[in-house]
């Protein structure tokens, strides 16, 4: 159906349009968003796919440079990656990009729509779910900023509750990180977003530790929770597409991006693994699967 529509899209723009799509490959993560923007609008846009080809991006870029579309809409860091550098002088607006900031996707003619949860949010629906968490541990890696600590203690804070961090510098001091926290009475792990320390043997080791030790694990993204972890809170991909939608309509009304920051999805997703549940004999009330968005068996 998705790729039905993209075809269509492009066939009835033609003719010269206001508004540029531009999606970076054809993965689900970049067609939900895409679909649902396409379903929202009121004009129909040139669409187009670089299906992750630099020399696709660099065609692509030639030939909105000469049709200077009055915004383009980016879904994927490669796709806003090549429209930054290659038409900085457009409106751009984002969908789909984690940390934008690393690629650069920023200034007076950028906005968009981010993937950033935050951590106040993560923890309250978390402790929803397991409300006899009181002491969370937090693994920290080099790359986990003192800002992200500071929002995940005040958040823990906020709620009544603790964190405790045990700062590694390499992946092979996760497991020693681990024991130490078990060792001061954490109730549940929480994993930030750090490359040191997800690495795949990183994980692993905190995911096999957490179920063998019946500790829940807060994660980040849909696919830690299919990769062992057991819950988080994720942007709707539909809703994300549905929001860049609106930003756009704000363009084309006249608003600059300058005047427009990048907004924080709007609608957010409960995931849950119910086979990490069943391993770790964690306690849980099954009526609650009524409020999970996606369960991952």
Same mark, same amino acid.
């Given at each position: ?11 009835f723009a033609a003719g010269r349009?206001?508004?540029?799509? &531009? ?10 968003? $895409?679909?649902?923007?396409?379903? *929202?609008?009121?004009? #129909?846009?040139?669409?187009?796919? =670089? ?7 660099? %065609? &692509? ?20 990656? $090549?429209?930054?550098?290659?038409? !900085?002088?457009?409106?751009? /607006? ?6 934008? %900031? ?21 923890? !309250? #629906? ?6 006899? /968490? ?35 510098? !390499? ?7 681990? /024991?130490? =926290?078990?060792? #001061? ?11 040191? /320390? ?12 957490? %179920? ?9 993204? @849909? ?12 942007? !709707? ?5 549905? *929001? ?15 005047? =427009? ?16 549940? @069943? ?15 996606v369960v991952i068996e």
């Amino acid at each position: 159906m998705v790729a039905f529509l993209l075809g269509v899209a492009g066939a009835f723009a033609a003719g010269r349009s206001r508004i540029a799509v &531009v999606v970076s490959d054809d993965l689900e993560a970049y067609r939900a968003p $895409a679909e649902a923007f396409l379903a *929202q609008l009121a004009e #129909q846009p040139r669409v187009y796919n =670089l299906r992750g080809r630099p020399s696709e991006a660099a %065609r &692509v870029v030639k030939e909105l440079d000469r049709e200077n579309p009055a915004v383009v809409v980016c879904i994927g860091a490669k796709a806003a990656y $090549a429209v930054r550098n290659g038409l !900085s002088d457009t409106p751009l /607006v984002y969908a789909g990009i984690l940390d934008p %900031r690393r690629y650069g996707i920023e200034g007076n003619q950028v906005t968009g729509v981010t993937m950033d949860v935050e951590p106040v949010t993560f923890l !309250s #629906q978390f402790t929803g779910f397991f409300p006899e /968490v009181d002491v969370v541990g937090v693994i920290r890696g080099p790359d986990t900023t003192d800002a992200r600590i500071d929002a995940m203690t005040a958040a823990a804070s906020e709620l009544g509750r603790r964190v405790v961090v045990h700062d590694v510098t !390499s992946s092979r001091e996760v497991r020693g990180a681990f /024991v130490a =926290l078990v060792k #001061q009475g954490v109730d549940a792990m929480w994993v930030p977003p750090d490359r040191t /320390v997800l690495t795949t043997s990183g994980y692993r080791t905190i995911t096999e530790e957490a %179920r063998r030790r019946h500790l829940p694990l807060l994660v980040d993204t @849909e696919n830690m929770v299919e990769a062992g972890g057991l819950f988080t809170i994720v942007p !709707s991909a539909d809703g994300i597409g549905r *929001q860049a939608a609106e930003l756009v309509q704000k363009v084309l009304d006249g608003a600059s991006p300058a005047v =427009l920051p990048p907004e924080d999805p709007e609608e957010l997703l409960v995931v849950l693994n119910t086979r990490t549940l @069943e391993a770790a004999e964690l306690p849980f009330d099954r009526l609650l699967l009524d409020f999970v968005d996606v369960v991952i068996e």
